[in-house]
């Protein structure tokens, strides 16, 4: 009798020991993976930011550079984007006009990330809040969002659509592909170097 309480005491210490979620709530291990898949998404989001603060210091100051890659991803947060979406865009947008806050282009398209002023109106802004980096960035992902929409979730394809179509379009998708190219290099010379340090 002993023997089979023993046996019995073992297989349930044993089966504790193996699966401690199986006894909590199928709506806490749920709430338990979403936690985990949240903190793992901010960790890889967060490893992108010294080599995006790198590629934008090649443009403008280490600050603003610090700043604007902070704002790529406190803005991506919770959407379907990751830094490195917004980074590239900002690069391919401004970063021959040192990712300036006043740029504007032949065609009227306003502040770092070059939003029409009609597409600033639509996602609720003033033209002139496109100078304010926080806001233009903001728009830029409502801008990614109606653009994932129109291309049935495929993120590439928003952001080709970000600079409009035909050509033109064509031409931007190659180059944010060597942005991104660029980005990834820096990030992994950094991580295989140990070092997360701002290198021009």
Not at 12 to 30: C, F, V, Y
Not at 107 to 124: D, F, I, K, N, T
Request: proline letters at 4%.
């Amino acid at each position: 009798m002993a023997f089979l309480l023993l046996i019995t005491v073992n297989n349930n210490q044993a089966s504790i020991i193996r699966s401690p979620e199986a006894a909590l709530p199928r709506q806490t291990r749920e709430e338990l993976a979403k936690n985990q898949q949240k903190l793992k998404d901010r960790a890889e989001r967060q490893k992108q930011l010294p080599a995006i603060t790198s590629i934008f210091a090649r443009h403008t100051s280490r600050d603003r550079a610090n700043r604007l890659a902070y704002l790529c991803y406190e803005t991506t947060i919770d959407t379907p984007f990751k830094p490195i979406d917004l980074a590239e865009l900002a690069l391919a947008e401004t970063g021959g006009h040192s990712l300036s806050a006043d740029a504007v282009s032949s065609e009227g398209a306003l502040g770092v990330w070059q939003l029409m002023p009609s597409r600033a109106r639509s996602h609720g802004y003033k033209p002139s809040d496109m100078k304010k980096d926080d806001k233009c960035a903001a728009a830029a992902v409502k801008e990614l969002k109606a653009k994932l929409e129109m291309s049935d979730g495929n993120i590439q394809k928003a952001k080709r659509l970000y600079c409009g179509g035909g050509e033109q379009a064509r031409l931007y998708e190659l180059k944010i592909r060597k942005i991104r190219r660029m980005i990834m290099a820096k990030m992994e010379l950094m991580q295989t170097s140990g070092t997360n340090e701002l290198k021009s």
